[in-house]
């Protein structure tokens, strides 16, 4: 219970579970809260350059902000899906190790 509870306000509760005593030794525990701040950055990120995409799209009068909205629409689908999908699994009790931050959070965790 307490790895999916590290998903759901991000990475705030992310840090709460690496705080928070006894969970801040529970290696599994760990390892859900490590993902879920590096998960949280890198959608933080994305968000970021797609902001600056759509910038460089305005310059394109209709289309420009058309295709901007779908983006903007397709990024917020997908990271709630993501979102919603590692909370659902990992309440489930299945350990899912995203592809490039999973290992970044299993190395933390076991740090």
């Known amino acids: 219970m307490a790895s999916a509870l590290c998903y759901l306000l991000g990475f705030?509760?992310?840090?709460?579970?690496?705080?928070?005593?006894?969970?801040?030794?529970?290696?599994?525990?760990?390892f859900h809260a490590f993902q879920s701040i590096?998960?949280?950055?890198?959608m933080i990120v994305g968000w970021i350059v797609l902001m600056i995409l759509g910038m460089a799209l305005n310059v394109i009068p209709v289309l420009g902000t058309i295709l901007m909205v779908v983006?903007?629409?397709?990024?917020?689908l997908g990271t709630f899906g993501l979102w919603l999908y590692l909370l659902i699994k990992?309440?489930?009790g299945a350990r899912v190790v995203?592809?490039?931050?999973?290992?970044m959070a299993e190395k933390q965790a076991s740090a």
Do not use: D, K
């Open 98 to 103: 995203l592809p490039v931050i999973g290992p």
């Open 12 to 30: 705030i509760t992310g840090i709460i579970f690496l705080v928070v005593e006894p969970y801040s030794r529970n290696r599994n525990v760990r």
């Open 38 to 42: 590096f998960l949280n950055v890198a």
């Open 90 to 92: 990992t309440f489930g």
């Open 71 to 76: 983006l903007h629409f397709g990024y917020m």
